[in-house]
């Protein structure tokens, strides 16, 4: 059970699918163990995985649910931006945010008449702006603290930053964080643990001792203690997050290949002198993948938790960057900004729903236990 | 199983300095110099502000020496042995913040997390339990759909929201006021109170900061009590102690939750190192005088002595709890202590 | 008695406590050391209001509870840093003079007059008074005395920048019991406000076994390695065993301190200074201190009668103490705390060497606006170092208004241009095509300064000018700041109401090694005057030499000066005697009327 999950900091669920024990990763009393039959093809089994996710409604809702967070924050820069797409401006036309991602990769400049200008001030421009025409770090020291209206559809925080902007922009930044830790906790995980289920004796002996290391560790704590020392950076968070929560991912890919690893195929691989590595990453791992790939999906979800916890303490988070957490942060001390407390969380709190569902999806899908009881 | 005990108790020591390693390094290695913080901020001095160069000499000498009274000029490697060997006789040191012996400190706040902790974990249990059990025996009803999505909706509320949406809506702000929005106790709290007044004094508290640490228990545990449940229903001897006659009430009760009760306990063993790092956000909110609060205060203070004495006592709970979950389960499973897995 | 808190300890323990934004707060209140002008808001006439109802004889009794954001991190007199700790040791340890805090000249306390001071000006005469006794009963005399500065003096005592403060001692020694005399190293026009500092510490309390006695002051300026171990034993006993029970001469006693919930003093009833002429007298039977870490939860305490006095937040001042209700309860009194914050440029930068640029920058950020929507109006723009409120603060100083074409025109006049159409202004600087890219740093939890930061970089942003924020932890900030290692700086300084001594911060002998010279600034004519400053001991030449420095600034802008800071405290309406001073608010004068008296059968004095 991973009831505090954010607390301990572990991004892939300490609870385990009930095969196998959380500290000893050794079987314990329970069903009859089936393992997955091998894939006939790679692709033949995911495109039956989709097929049967598509039969649960509610994970295929999650699934569409993170299609659009990942397409908002791929075109944050479309939905909120203080340029405008088009503009006509004395007799020209102009397409602004496509010239400025030109500007930022150096491969064009702005045309002498548009450097700097306040683009919603120009005199005789016809222009067509973005849905929400700001960027979030816009700041309006006339407009503290609006409530939601016409202007600011969510409302603005005690600089007058527009608050759906920064949850806009702020999409990226979760969506990153989650994307980049689990990519390194998978990487450290899966190697980790292949070796430990495949090697056995002291290989096994010692990554078992560091899984009970790294579960001792109050590992919020530890991200604390290393987030709020080291000057703020979003990739130290995400590097940090990935260092402390393999340990999921690590003792699941350590059972399965301890239960792959006596089949009789891997056992023919090995008698016809395939090496160990091959055997390893090309036979085993493929169809250990499964677990893995659930705790991956549930794992993006926990580092979000956690670096929106992170900068809610104000720690982690560069000065200049507005994240979920961050406005959730102001929230919490102007308590009469209501909307900055009821947004971002909001926000933080369909997306990780969103990911849960897609994994438990992923997971009936994958597990054949559940999948003989329904 | 006597040697099975021993084995994990010895495998025990590694794991541990492993632990305190960790946060050892980590303090250590991380930029920024604790003498600083303590021998008042740097930058003021003399007059109106700043200070003149001679006295820099000075100041920089006061703190060298500050350092070295507290070992801190020594190399790292000896630092931490020094370190261990106070550990032995409980000696964690004197907090770099008040010069108080930093085991007091901790004592102080121990109970205060506890009472938190220990009232969260009885919460969840009382909850999740029945909740899970009822999910499993009454499998795919609406029920246990509902309680399903319910369970996954909680799990995915992030602590900190929930958190400050009752500091924002409940606690006095500009919305409702049915909780307190800080502290254990009212602040005319006196001594002479009835038993009854102070326990419902502490209840108004602690029921918002209970509440929140134990939500996503409700959602975690219950869950995990129906997979295990539904795990032992599908086994052999169920449905022999069905055919042999007993009531569905008496094989529920007696031999399956008997069975599927056992790895909650092991739940403990994950539960315990949330102690310390999983108050800190709730404590920090409430303003609750707990070890969370302690270690994020001593973090930023560089309080080196506190904050390793508080992974030190975190990783000690830890592996109290997971040796405890592996000696229980090798005392139900006779297969873990005796039979080696087959390779 | 303490409350005029000497300035080298704001200046540390402001900038330790703005590291946390929180903490911050408890400074706005607990300085208690501002504004030159009498309080605005009509606070005279409710003092009269008051007199009518009530007799005006203070009359003693009732408890005032104050708000503390946290715990004092401990309450040993020399070693403690934070101002929490001082204000409560303000009022238990007394000094040898005081700042009269109307008139702000000093005036004698435990000293029975003014030191005579000698023709060279290095030798300063002390006659203690006779009648001081300590709160366990002790008398005071010149040992006390004595033993209190070869504490601070004592290398081993963790309390470096005390020691630093009184660095010019060379000698003390006593001529009769009740007299000691001070040799000075060199003269200084602030010596007798310093040597007036010294806070009078019981020998026998904190010296039991006289481990100090056979050591003198010149004694101490030695290296630890040569002083006897008995110095040693002294420093370890005094550093480690009086961090939670400080006694003094004071005329509130420390009676108990629940970590985490409240600090409790009680009135002496056998203060020396009881119906003395000079002497503070006290009428509030008990000061306790609430500590509340959470300033909103410390406003429902304060509304809910929980709490007498508290320090209120920018935003508390302007939401949630309106109501009609709260202002029947309280009163809120404003006053400016003697600080100023500032950005600091790098003068050594290839970008700010140029003065030009330096003040573009200033014309770039709008302090008016940033008063009235981050301050919350709770601030004044400055344009120079010196404490607003001083009679050295030049008032006809030009006011460099928010204007971003002159920073424009300026910029172009530096030879700034986007010659290359990226957005960012650049020029040819040493012969590298350079843009107009810095970075400024910030120290972690300030939330203040962080939203400064931020509204120059947006606005620089729209003119050319690619700033970055950069938020650090304040002892990699402090490493930072002191190696030159930044092209600009946020930061604050604060003084205290007396005089200051420039030189530390201006003088170019004080941008090497880790001095507060920090920004590296560099002018002949300037150092002069600091020089000649130093030892002027006349006040009007000193303001006319002040004056010309403040132009010369004034035309440079090595800092941007941004605003010196206003507090706001509301204090539960039964108290009388509530007045702002040029110091601040002063509740040791406070007392409540027999009829209003809230709290006080249960007075238990130790």
Known sequence: MSSKQIQTGSVTPVNPPPSSSPATGEKRGGGIESSPAPAASAEGLWLNVWKEFRRNPIALAGFYAVCVLALTALLADFLANDKPYYLSYRGKTYFPIFRSYLVGARLGQWPPELLNVDFKKLEGAKAFFPPIPYRPSNIDLFAPYETPSKAHWLGTDKLGRDVMAGMIHGSRVSLSIGFVAVGIAVIIGVILGALAGYFGSWIDLTVSRLFEIMLSIPTFFLLITIAALLPPSIFLTMTIIGLTSWVGIARFTRNEFLKIRNLDYVTAAIALGVSNRKVMFQHILPNALAPVIVSVVLGIAGAILVESSLSFLGIGVPAELVTWGSILHEGSSATFAWWLAVFPGAAIFITVLSYYLVGEGLREVLDPRLRGLR | ?343 | MRKSIPSRRLASDLEMLRRSWRLSLALLFCLGCGGGEPAETGNHETQKVAAQEDSATPVTGDWLISHALSDPEQLNPLTSNDASASEILGYVVENLLQRDPRTLDLKPYIAEARPSISQDKLSYTFKIRRDVHFQDGHPLNGEDVLFSIKAIKCPLVNAPFLRVYYDSVVDARLLDEYTIQFKIKEPYFLNESVLGDIGVLPRHYYDPLDLLKNVTVADLQKPPAQLPPSVKQFADNFNQNYSRNPMGSGPYKFQSWETGREVSLVRDEQYWGNGKRGIDQAYIDRHLYRIINNPDAALVTLKSGGLDEMGLTPIQQVRGTDSERFKEQFKKYDYFAPNYSYIGWNNNHPIFRDPRVRKAMTYFTNRQQMVKSILFGLGEVVESPIYFFRPEYDKNLPHYAFDPKKGLELLREAGWRDTDGDGVLDKMIDGKKTPLRFEIKVNSGNTTRKSVALTLQDELKKHGIDASVRELDWTIFLDDVQNHKFDAVMLGWSMSVAEQDAYQLWHSSQAANKGSNFISYKNPRVDHILEQYRREFDPKKRIELYREFQRILSDEQPYTFLFVNKAVVAVQRRFRGVEVLPVGLRPIEWWVPRALQRYGQRLTAN
């Open chain 2, 1 to 343: 199983m006597a040697s099975y005990t021993l084995q994990r108790l010895l495998l025990l020591i590694p794991t541990f300095i492993g632990v305190t390693l960790i946060g050892f390094l980590v303090m250590r290695l991380a930029p920024g110099d604790p003498a600083q913080l303590r021998a008042a901020g740097g930058l003021g001095g003399a007059g109106g502000a700043g200070i003149s160069l001679q006295k820099r000499g000075v100041v920089d000498q006061a703190l060298a020496q500050w350092r070295a009274q507290f070992g801190l000029d020594r190399p790292l490697h000896v630092q931490y042995a020094i370190w261990l060997k106070n550990l032995c006789t409980f000696n964690f040191g004197d907090s770099f913040k008040d010069n108080q012996p930093v085991w007091s400190k901790i004592r102080d706040r121990v109970p205060v997390t506890v009472r938190l902790n220990v009232l969260s974990i009885l919460l969840v249990y009382v909850v999740a339990i029945p909740l899970g059990i009822y999910s499993a025996t009454h499998v795919n009803s609406l029920a246990d759909r509902v309680t399903t999505l319910a369970a996954f909706v909680l799990f995915a509320v992030p602590l900190v929201w929930a958190a400050t949406m009752a500091i924002v809506f409940v606690c006095g702000g500009d919305f409702l006021y049915l909780f307190p929005p800080a502290g254990l106790e009212s602040l005319d709290f006196a001594s002479d109170w009835s038993l009854w007044k102070k326990l419902k004094d502490q209840a108004w508290h602690l029921f918002l900061p209970v509440v929140l640490l134990s939500y996503d228990g409700f959602a975690g545990l219950s869950r995990y009590m129906r997979s295990s449940m539904l795990d032992v229903l599908g086994q052999d001897f169920v449905q022999v102690a069905r055919a042999k006659g007993l009531a569905e009430r008496v094989v529920i009760l007696k031999h399956v939750l008997r069975n599927s009760l056992i790895p909650q306990v092991t739940i403990l063993a994950s539960i315990l190192p949330g102690l310390i790092g999983g108050s800190v956000i709730i404590e920090t909110i409430f303003s609750i005088p707990g070890l969370g609060q302690l270690g994020y205060e001593s973090v930023l203070a560089r309080d080196y002595p506190t904050v390793m004495a508080l992974f030190t006592v975190s990783a000690i709970l830890t592996l109290i709890g997971i040796l405890i979950s592996d000696l229980l389960l090798a005392a139900v499973d006779p297969r873990i202590a005796f039979g080696r897995r087959q390779q």
